[in-house]
């Protein structure tokens, strides 16, 4: 799905440069990709750490699964190669957010390393993160409100993450969240200072 159709395009140079935007918002735009299985808390953290960092006067944004899939990702299913094309369009996405100096918080399944190192790679240098939301299995399940789990055991939904499709854990992710055993706010602290650390807002 991602093979180049359009012809006679040429990509456009700005006046204003990304430098310039991060000097205007005193950040350094970011991706930080959540990754981690169905409730395992990547759209809770995202959204608080989100909400901490706009009281500080931060420019932030989430880029959340299902909203995504309501708009701009509406025409693709849960298939592997689905799978595969929506984690690319949001990728590019997060790209050009990044350009504009914002701190971009991912919060997706993203099941396939392949999938999540081809983000990376779309990225700069230093300009993506990724998070291990960790949290086993029967902690994601006691969590799921929704009845998720419980539709997919029942064979109600195919390709589900964790029960009949696979997830693929990050081997080196640049931070872990242990959600299984630590509070909501520990993860957003955590997050947080890991940001700061690496200059990307300031402590």
């Avoid at 799921?144 to 195919?158: N, Q, T």
Wanted: hydrophobic share 35%.
């Amino acid at each position: 799905m991602s093979e180049q159709r359009a012809t006679n395009i040429t990509w456009h140079t700005h006046h204003v440069t990304r430098e310039m935007r991060e000097a205007i918002l005193g950040q350094r735009g970011v991706t930080v990709w959540l990754t981690g299985l169905s409730g395992s808390g990547k759209s809770t953290v995202a959204v608080a750490a989100e909400r901490k960092l706009a009281e500080k006067g931060r420019a932030t944004y989430v880029l959340d699964g299902d909203n995504v899939r309501h708009g701009l990702n509406k025409n693709l299913g849960f298939s592997h190669e689905d799978r595969t094309e929506n984690i690319r369009r949001i990728g590019e996405v997060a790209k050009l957010f990044v350009d504009a100096g914002l701190i971009v918080f991912s919060s997706f399944i993203s099941p396939y390393r392949s999938d999540r190192d081809a983000v990376r790679a779309l990225h700069d240098e230093n300009r993506f993160v990724e998070v291990y939301v960790d949290a086993d299995l029967a902690t994601c399940e006691a969590r799921d409100v929704k009845g998720l789990y419980e539709r997919a055991r029942a064979g109600k939904i195919p390709e589900f993450t964790g029960i009949s499709a696979p997830y693929e854990a990050p081997e080196d992710p640049e931070l872990v969240l242990s959600t299984g055993g630590e509070s909501v706010d520990q993860s957003v602290a955590k997050l947080i200072d890991f940001l700061a650390k690496r200059g990307y807002v300031e402590p």
